[in-house]
């Protein structure tokens, strides 16, 4: 294992956006040493869909594709409804008179689709090896059924391909990651052994409370500082191999295929296709989608911060222009977005004088 100097500051990057949205409500970067530095990454589902497939969702929402001669009804989970869009969002759109219902499963769609046959129900497919598996069983259900106006708008996403990503060429400066538990419940500890073997750098799974988000950095602290960078697990549900089911069932109905990511471009084989046996289910395909240019929001950061290029409170639009009531880019949307967990959690932290994300600060929110 190649080896490398230990450094002045420690940057340890929480991929998942719960985490991130766990790590600001608990007040943990307050309690960390100075020199180890946590930022975050690209594990927000919302947050790294590219722009191109919101504005897609929004035009299907509208009646745009004239390829479906049915009413359109949009499902989706709760955190896409009011991502902006170039022509606004899906809620927006909703108060227009667009069919859009937020579900709690992609089985939930399913349902939707067998109760209304005379609407063609799409499921926003987003998310990463946690939610995708629920996608596939909805697909296998659907295809088992014989329901002909059930599909998916694919987007689902691989986590290991992005860390990689943000690894190469040094984009980013990360010495070690806190992976998610819940995706690692599913693809196992070591899918994250590629990340360790070809740049040394830690991977250490961690549950969602408090306490096993600290046993996680402090086993990254303690493999950077005796030069032996693993990956491992300090959440016990997570095993090395991962779910076999949960696997086997991804690899059934999907198959890797290169994904375009917010702000990072196009990673190959990081996404998840509708393999062909299942492809009267996969929306794009079936109704042969002309995707819209997908521009990023004027003046929005959020790619930068997804990345940890930048912290929320860098970005000239952060709790000015950019609120959760006026959201400009999906980090401010998502229930795991890092502005939106800087904004609700640093305004606590700044209020109580104690560190936010930007460093010391008086009662009044002025850097000490």
């Not at 009413?71 to 989970?77: K, R």
């Not at 579900?103 to 926003?124: G, H, K, T």
């Not at 305004?347 to 600060?361: A, D, I, K, Q, Y």
């Amino acid at each position: 294992m190649a080896k490398y100097p230990r450094p002045a500051c420690l940057r340890i990057m929480e991929v998942c956006g719960t985490h991130t949205m766990s790590i600001a409500r608990a007040g943990l970067k307050s309690l960390l040493p100075e020199g180890l530095k946590l930022i975050s990454g690209p594990g927000c589902p919302v947050c790294v869909t590219c722009q191109s497939y919101i504005d897609q969702a929004i035009e299907l929402a509208g009646g745009g594709c004239r390829r479906i001669n049915k009413p359109v009804l949009i499902t989706t989970y709760g955190d896409m409804v009011r991502v902006p869009g170039r022509g606004g969002s899906l809620a927006s759109a909703r108060a227009c008179g667009a069919a859009v219902e937020v579900v709690y499963s992609a089985m939930q769609a399913v349902e939707l689709a067998r109760r209304n046959p005379d609407r063609e129900v799409i499921f926003l497919g987003v998310g990463f090896e946690t939610t995708a598996p629920g996608a596939a069983l909805a697909i296998r259900q659907a295809r088992s059924e014989g329901l002909k106006n059930y599909s998916v708008l694919g987007a689902h996403k691989l986590i290991v391909p992005a860390m990689l990503a943000l690894l190469e060429g040094k984009k980013s400066k990360i010495d070690g990651f806190l992976c998610p538990g819940h995706v690692s419940v599913i693809i196992g500890y070591r899918a994250y052994e590629p990340v360790v073997s070809r740049f040394s750098t830690p991977c250490v799974a961690a549950g969602f409370e408090a306490a096993s988000i600290l046993a996680g950095l402090v086993e990254i602290v303690h493999q950077v500082v005796s030069n032996a960078p693993r990956a491992c697990s300090v959440y016990p549900p997570v095993s090395p191999e991962g779910n076999p089911l949960a696997l086997a069932l991804l690899d059934e109905v999907f198959e890797p295929a290169d994904a375009d990511w917010r702000a990072i471009g196009v990673i190959p084989s990081s996404g998840l296709a509708i393999r062909p046996k299942y492809s009267a289910f996969d929306t794009a395909g079936r109704f042969e989608l002309d995707w819209p240019q997908g521009a990023e929001l004027a003046g929005c950061r959020c790619g930068e911060v997804i990345c940890g290029r930048c912290e929320p409170a860098d970005c000239g639009m952060f709790g000015g222009e950019c609120t959760p009531a006026n959201p400009h880019g999906p980090c401010m949307v998502s229930s795991e977005g890092a502005c939106s967990a800087a904004y609700k959690y640093g305004l606590l932290s700044r209020r109580s004088g104690f560190r936010s994300s930007g460093g010391l600060v008086d009662a009044t929110g002025r850097p000490i």
